[in-house]
């Protein structure tokens, strides 16, 4: 090698290595002065979960507005931390989303993390999460698995999987009390078998009748075999997966005129675009991690023994549609401030951004929030998991001038309107 | 048990004729010029888009949609082969396979970047037909009309007008054609055009039966690898015949099988028609 290549070399070795020492230090500034919390996430801002990834972060965005709005979080010491972000798209993608979450551990000095959209992507967050011992709470991700692999640092807002659709079972007997045989059409997805097979239990425990348990391949577009073997005399028919999948099953149910007592699907029913369906969405019933109607207030905190903690309901919805061009907030936003709101009470408990502390905090929390109840499984089986949340069931409904709209029809104790048999096909 | 096959063979059958006009826009692109089109797949769904955006900003009825739908195909397909195939359309086939590649991500990122991944659906239903135990939709129905519709305006074009008898000549031998005085590039375009207007057809009925989103046309570009092969490539009738093979295959397996034996099932066809009949069913010996 010539002289001048070597020093070449030399050179751009330096270079390098002065870039992979001073870089990590400007995400950093602001959270090492004492005054600031970092927290890291990536968010689905293209790909095929834009739209749930998206109105994710606008909650965590208002929450993180509204707190700082207030001059921060107060630690034991006296001190106020103002919250910071740090975000990337991760393009709906397992890879990127890992890739990134390391990034932000190690180049952003993220303190804490909260997880992107759907358990898929959760999942792969979590493992870096863990390894790196970083608190991250996941949102807009219901699989249990993720909590069963021995984490302690990964906490859960959404009710899980297992305890998505049993309340329709329940539903149902009300509804109905003579129905008895129920058939279920699934995703072949990690979530929506999760879902069905704790579903198909508690049906059967319950005294019904499973008629047909079958499932289908992500991203089938024709259901019409499916549909051909749902036995006559069928009761209930439930299950789905996911909004692409779903919506199409409830257009062709209704176009083949299938009736049945109840139609009780997954993810689909709640989103306000499962209207688009026109009459086929008329009766169809769907789990919902929270509605702008739910009931949770101060005053059920008081009668239930929970403290209350953040804003209520009402406020959160009027905050919210004030800040997002009147957008009515779906749970995905709900679920992103909900987030927010637990690190933040969770920091406060512990009056500290130490890692150890936050966690215990975490493990002890038992509080209500216009979300619900929020509260973790402390055991080493399930650590993290979420116990205290409830699901809402909605039904969509049609008024006079031809309208859809959606009501909270269970529990009972939190329902806005009763609910009813589809009208027959 | 038999009225739950024949329910389902009805539905195979009628969506064949749909799967067979996607088909046909990729074969007469391949039979004219021999370019492998893999932009057929976002053509579909510029097909579907365009009946959804009509039908929801403009209250477009979907079914007169689609021949404002076949113009922007035909439109498409110019805008696609004057920019990405003339140049390279008598380089090595990777040439032209990597250029219609190229055009599938281009328009596929702009999809994502407007539109992004939402489910959208065409909220016009029609309903079902019952005749004795026999349900049929009539979105199927009407696609399937539709479908043939096409194809017999494709055949009365290819074979009865000047310029589709231009497009048979230039497809059994260019130099020949030229010699004639058929300007050859302006009927290379023109098929192509021809190629993914039929492609955005067969989205926009498509659309009336199922929701879609932007990623939805990819898997009915496969169903039409799949289909041309087993008819033979290059034969717009044996496109449709395959069409409706892999329709009814594709109602028939779910009956015994769980559905992720059909994509097994329908490549396993293709290899074995590959291995066997290189040439398709009805193609040329």
Redesign the interface.
């Known amino acids: 090698m010539k002289k001048w290549q070597i020093s070449l070399v030399m050179v751009i070795s330096v270079a390098i290595l002065a870039i992979a020492v001073f870089a990590p230090g400007n995400g950093k500034a602001a959270g090492k002065d004492g005054k600031s919390v970092v927290i890291g996430f990536t968010a689905s801002k293209?790909?095929?979960?834009?739209?749930e990834g998206t109105r994710q972060i606008q909650g965590f965005n208002l929450w993180m507005e509204q707190v700082n709005a207030k001059g921060g979080i107060k630690l034991a010491d006296g001190s106020v931390v103002k919250v910071e972000s740090r975000e990337y798209d991760d393009e709906?993608n397992k890879d990127r989303v890992q890739e990134l979450y390391t990034r932000l551990i190690n180049n952003d000095k993220a303190d804490f993390l909260i997880s992107p959209y759907s358990s898929g992507l959760a999942d792969a967050a979590a493992v870096i999460a863990q390894q790196y011992k970083k608190i991250m709470i996941t949102t807009g991700a219901a699989s249990d698995s993720t909590y069963k692999k021995g984490y302690t640092l990964v906490y859960q807002t959404y009710t899980p999987a297992s305890r998505y659709l049993t309340g329709a079972i329940d539903l149902l007997a009300k509804l109905d009390p003579k129905a008895k045989k129920v058939a279920i059409i699934h995703e072949?997805d990690k979530f929506s078998t999760d879902v069905v097979n704790s579903l198909k239990a508690y049906a059967e425990r319950k005294g019904y009748q499973v008629v047909l348990f079958?499932?289908?391949?992500s991203?089938?577009?024709?259901f019409?075999?499916?549909i051909?073997?749902i036995p006559s005399g069928t009761d209930a028919i439930m299950g789905g997966g996911h909004?692409?999948d779903t919506?199409?099953l409830t257009?062709?149910l209704?176009?083949?005129?299938i009736n049945a007592k109840m139609f009780a699907f997954l993810v689909a029913p709640p989103e306000p675009?499962f209207a688009?369906?026109?009459?086929?969405c008329l009766g169809v019933i769907g789990p919902s991690q929270w509605e702008p109607g739910v009931k949770y207030s101060p005053e059920g905190a008081k009668a239930a023994g929970l403290s209350w903690y953040g804003p209520t309901v009402k406020e959160f919805e009027e905050a919210y549609r004030k800040k997002y061009n009147n957008e009515e907030p779906s749970y995905h936003s709900a679920g992103g401030y909900a987030a927010g709101l637990i690190l933040q009470r969770a920091i406060e408990k512990a009056g500290s951004l130490e890692t150890d502390k936050v966690k215990k905090a975490l493990d002890e929390l038992k509080d209500m929030t216009f979300y619900g109840v929020v509260q973790f499984d402390n055991t080493k089986e399930n650590h993290g998991l979420q116990i205290g949340h409830e699901m809402v069931y909605i039904q969509w409904f049609k008024n006079p001038q031809g309208k859809f709209y959606k009501e909270i029809v269970w529990p009972e104790a939190a329902a806005s309107a009763k609910a009813f048999v589809p009208p027959a096909r | 048990m038999w009225q739950?096959v024949v329910?389902?063979l009805t539905?195979?059958f009628l969506?064949g004729f749909v799967y067979g006009l996607a088909a046909m826009g990729l074969s007469l692109i391949w039979g004219v010029m021999q370019v492998i089109n893999l932009a057929h797949g976002v053509i579909i769904t510029s097909g579907m888009l365009a009946t959804y955006l009509m039908f929801l900003h403009l209250g477009i009825n979907p079914y007169l949609g689609m021949l404002l739908v076949a113009a922007l195909g035909l439109g498409l397909g110019l805008v696609i082969y004057a920019a990405a195939v003339h140049r390279v359309i008598s380089a090595p086939h990777l040439s032209s396979l990597l250029a219609t590649f190229a055009v599938n991500m281009i328009i596929l990122g702009i999809f994502?970047?407007v539109f992004?991944?939402?489910?959208?659906?065409v909220?016009y239903?029609?309903?079902?037909l019952?005749l004795g135990f026999l349900?049929i939709?009539?979105?199927r129905l009407l696609a399937a009309l539709g479908a043939v519709l096409f194809c017999v305006f494709l055949y009365l074009f290819l074979y009865f007008t000047r310029t589709g008898k231009a497009i048979r000549a230039v497809s059994n031998n260019r130099e020949a054609a030229e010699l004639m005085g058929i300007p050859s590039a302006q009927v290379l375009a023109l098929s192509f055009g021809l190629g993914s207007l039929l492609a955005a057809v067969a989205g926009a009925l498509i659309a009336t039966i199922?929701?879609?989103?932007i990623?939805?046309g990819g898997?009915f570009e496969l169903k039409s690898f799949v289909i041309c092969v087993l008819g033979g490539l290059g034969n717009p009738l044996g496109a449709l015949i395959g069409g409706l093979a892999l329709g009814l295959l594709?109602?028939l397996?779910?009956?015994w099988m769980?559905?992720?034996w059909v994509p097994v099932v329908e490549f396993g066809l293709f290899v074995t028609v590959l291995v066997v009949r290189p040439s398709g069913l009805l193609g040329a010996k």
């Open positions: 293209s790909g095929k979960l834009k739209t709906s072949k079958e499932g289908y391949d991203g089938t577009t024709d019409a075999a499916f051909n073997k909004f692409a919506s199409t257009r062709q209704y176009e083949k005129k675009k688009e369906l026109g009459e086929a | 739950q329910n389902s539905d195979g969506l994502n970047a992004g991944g939402d489910q959208n659906n909220d239903s029609l309903g079902s019952s349900n939709t009539v979105s199922f929701p879609f989103t990623f939805s898997p594709e109602g397996i779910p009956i769980p559905t992720s």
